[in-house]
């Protein structure tokens, strides 16, 4: 299998002589194509800036600082401009939040990453995708219309839609109840099968990190264990 991600000694670190703290401290991974890799570890731990620089939306403290290559470009040596690029033609990043644009409608906030780049619109894949994340009846709804649990689907309809190298999942259920958790992960696991999607998730919870092909710990900017959980199902 081909790696479509290679983060090589990767360093990222908050403050000075005292008070420094090391986020990200000389981390090596790989992930390879198709795969749906969770990052689980306690608050602080890390994971959240190592998903960051990853996506491009944090940078690490200098040019000595490691490499972080997705589909072969070494995004470290990107500058502001061609990682804005880079990061909406390669990687679909899903928050906590959602992020939606309030006055976009379903079918706009999904779409909008490739309207930015004036690409067409497939509409045969927006409809099957649309479909999949059961927002046939919502499409022409306004994000404050919409439950939080449908609100996170359109996050991840948006982030699925440009075919992106990279999906980047940051606590995606966090703020859901278990019930709308388990959809949004279900979601995660067809896109990873039906649409043989990259995932990169993020969280706290053990149960959903489960979910997930292999598992990585992380603790105090270091990865402490890594456990695959597909040869271990195999077994």
């Known amino acids: 299998m081909t790696n479509i991600l290679e983060v090589k000694n990767l360093t990222k670190t908050y403050g000075k002589g005292d008070s420094l703290v090391k986020a990200v401290d000389k981390v090596n991974l790989s992930v390879a194509e198709g795969e749906f890799v969770a ?5 602080g731990s890390g994971k959240s800036t190592l998903l960051h ?16 290559i997705i589909n072969g470009e070494d995004i470290t040596k990107l500058n502001k401009n061609k990682m804005a690029i880079f990061r909406r033609e390669n990687i679909g990043i899903i928050y906590q939040f959602y992020n939606l644009i309030p006055v976009l409608t379903v079918r706009e906030n999904i779409t909008l990453p490739v309207s930015l780049d004036k690409k067409e619109v497939d509409e045969k894949y927006l409809d099957e995708l649309i479909d999949a994340l059961g927002l046939k009846n919502r499409e022409s709804h306004l994000p404050n219309q919409l439950s939080g649990g449908q609100q996170q689907r359109v996050a991840i309809g948006r982030a699925l839609f440009g075919r992106p190298a990279l999906i980047l999942a940051d606590e995606p259920t966090g703020n859901l109840d278990s019930k709308s958790s388990a959809e949004i992960v279900k ?6 099968k039906r ?5 990169i998730m993020v969280t706290h919870d053990d149960k959903i990190a489960e979910q997930a092909d292999r598992i990585i ?3 105090d900017g270091k990865i402490a264990e890594k456990t695959n959980l597909k040869q271990a199902k195999k077994k």
């Open 53 to 68: 620089l990853i996506g491009g939306v944090d940078r690490p403290d200098d040019k000595k600082s490691g490499e972080i």
């Open 187 to 192: 979601l995660l696991k067809l896109a990873n």
């Open 195 to 199: 649409y043989h999607q990259t995932i």
């Open 217 to 219: 710990r992380f603790a």
């Open 39 to 43: 990052i689980i570890g306690a608050s």
